[in-house]
């Protein structure tokens, strides 16, 4: 596709209930970040991506939220026992590669709703 | 470390007002400067971008200038209309450092009046 993607839209769970979010990114940015951005926040970074190396996990907020990126392209979000203040909009972007000028790109970004 | 300092909101102003949303940034070395437009209901998108000291940024009819003696990257637009209500978002990034990922300020909402 033409730009980042996300699913799904819109996720609302159960208190205590594991989630997983979807990232596909550009076909061919090497560089995928995730951020959240709480209501009336600013955007929070996460976690960030770049080809084979390691993951910079610097802003997961806690070991209930991991990431993974398989093959190089999709990532998955994982917040396990969710709890209410996890409720926030999580975003993802791309980037055609470290060390680049270039301007991320992100997607629409998943609603998540931990009632 | 780096960090980008914006101009707290909200801001309303009437169609056709003169805007200017401050931004100011600290950084090692010389950071790429972004601001992002969030338009209620969608996604994040590029503004504009300098690369820079000097370098305007331009979309849109609104403009920034970088300005390293300043660390400032103020965006303005002559004449607002209600269609450019958003939140903005100024951001900076460091593509030759160990800190790959963009670095965003809180966020200004503006509100236009017709």
């Known amino acids: 596709g033409a730009g980042v993607s996300q699913s799904p839209s819109n996720k609302v769970t159960e208190k205590g209930k594991d989630v997983e979010l979807r990232c596909d990114p550009i076909?061919?940015?090497?560089?995928l970040y995730w951020y959240r951005q709480s209501l009336g926040q600013g955007l929070e970074f996460l976690i960030y991506?770049?080809?084979?190396?390691?993951?910079?996990k610097s802003g997961l907020p806690s070991d209930r939220f991991s990431a993974e990126r398989t093959g190089g392209s999709v990532s998955t979000l994982t917040i396990q026992r969710t709890q209410q203040e996890d409720s926030a909009v999580y975003l993802c972007?791309?980037?055609?590669?470290?060390?680049?000028?270039?301007?991320?790109?992100f997607g629409p970004g998943t609603r998540l709703t931990v009632l | 470390g780096n960090s980008v300092t914006q101009m707290e909101g909200p801001v309303t102003l009437s169609e056709e007002a003169f805007l200017t949303i401050n931004c100011t940034y600290t950084?090692?070395?010389?950071?790429?400067l972004f601001w992002y437009v969030q338009y209620p209901g969608e996604g994040l998108q590029l503004l504009l971008k300098?690369?820079?000291?000097?370098d305007k940024g331009s979309n849109k009819g609104f403009e920034a200038t970088y300005r390293k003696e300043t660390t400032s990257f103020h965006l303005e637009k002559g004449s607002v209309q209600v269609s450019d209500s958003a939140v903005y978002f100024c951001?900076?990034?460091?593509?030759?450092?160990?800190?790959?990922?963009?670095?965003f300020g809180s966020g200004t909402r503006l509100s236009i009046r017709p």
């Open positions: 972007a791309s980037r055609m590669e470290r060390g680049s000028t270039d301007t991320q790109y």
């Open positions: 076909s061919g940015h090497t560089a």
């Open positions: 991506f770049q080809g084979n190396s390691a993951p910079d």
């Open positions: 950084a090692t070395g010389y950071p790429s």
């Open positions: 300098a690369t820079k000291a000097d």
């Open positions: 951001a900076l990034s460091t593509a030759y450092s160990s800190a790959s990922k963009i670095i």
